[in-house]
């Protein structure tokens, strides 16, 4: 049997709410013998604004901000090798091998030594890509837009969304702050005001008609276009950030 959950049916604010923890309350729900066993995922599947319930929940499992630190970044990196290399029970070891049965302790060694390597990693792409950034003023907005054909790979960690978000995060300095990734024949959008990327492709489609611009996702996914038509979709896409912005 398929169900199809929609919070936004019931005109519930989703807007903060990630897959995660959607997952782990519907979960909770239909079995409630696993309830013990995810009050700690809501938490650590948020990079920020972590909901005060869901961070109370980490806590009363025994998970202080350390520990759900140290396994949100052991995830994300171990996600990314999951993709060459079956991790499923690394990441079960993450999130659920802390108990009676392990020697590890909640916040024991293996999220820790995972979570290091990651930002390691993650700290190298982020050097290079802010030596790299260029930044402009577009109606009041401030844009950083990062070439990530030339400072992102596929086949490396961290992937471009990872990078994105992080890049974002850390160069934001005011409340209309656009970060910008864009590769060969995709673009990347992340901003600190609500934006529909959907919106926003239709705008740079209707700009650039020969571009071949389509957006991939929903509400927050990307925008992809025709190789060699690049410099087109970029200032199309400049052009229609203030129309698009919330």
């Known amino acids: 049997v398929s169900v199809a959950v929609a919070p936004s049916l019931a005109d519930a604010d989703v807007s903060d709410v990630t897959s995660t923890a959607l997952t782990a309350t519907v979960a909770s729900h239909v079995n409630d013998d696993v ?3 995810l009050e700690h995922l809501p938490a650590v599947s948020y ?9 109370e929940l980490a806590t009363d499992a ?6 759900i630190s140290e396994r949100r970044e052991a995830i994300a990196l171990e996600a990314y090798y999951q993709s060459y290399k079956d991790k499923r029970e690394l990441v079960a070891d993450l999130l659920f091998g802390d108990d009676e049965e392990t020697d590890r302790p909640v916040n024991g060694d293996l999220a820790a030594h995972v979570s290091e390597q990651f930002r390691a990693k993650l700290d190298t792409g982020l050097e290079t890509a802010q030596e790299n950034l260029t930044t402009e003023s577009v109606d009041g907005i401030s844009v950083a837009v990062l070439d990530t054909a030339a400072f992102t790979h596929r086949y490396n960690f961290p992937t471009t969304t990872l990078l994105l978000d992080a890049l974002h995060r850390r160069e ?3 409340d209309s702050f656009v970060t910008l990734g864009l590769g060969d024949d ?3 959008v992340r901003a600190t005001e609500s934006l529909n990327v959907r919106d926003l492709g239709d705008a740079i ?3 650039a008609p020969d571009a071949g611009v389509h957006v991939v996702g929903g509400q927050d996914g990307h925008i992809e276009f025709l190789p060699g038509e690049r410099d087109a979709v970029r200032q199309a896409a ?8 919330a």
């Not at 920020?48 to 869901?54: F, G, I, M």
């Not at 400049?238 to 912005?245: E, K, S």
């Open 172 to 174: 934001r300095e005011d």
């Open 47 to 55: 990079w920020e604004n972590t909901p005060e319930a869901y961070r």
């Open 62 to 67: 025994g998970y202080d901000e350390t520990g």
């Open 35 to 37: 309830r013990a066993d």
């Open 186 to 188: 995709e673009l990347h």
């Open 205 to 207: 489609a209707e700009a």
């Open 238 to 245: 400049l052009d229609a950030l203030d129309a698009t912005l």
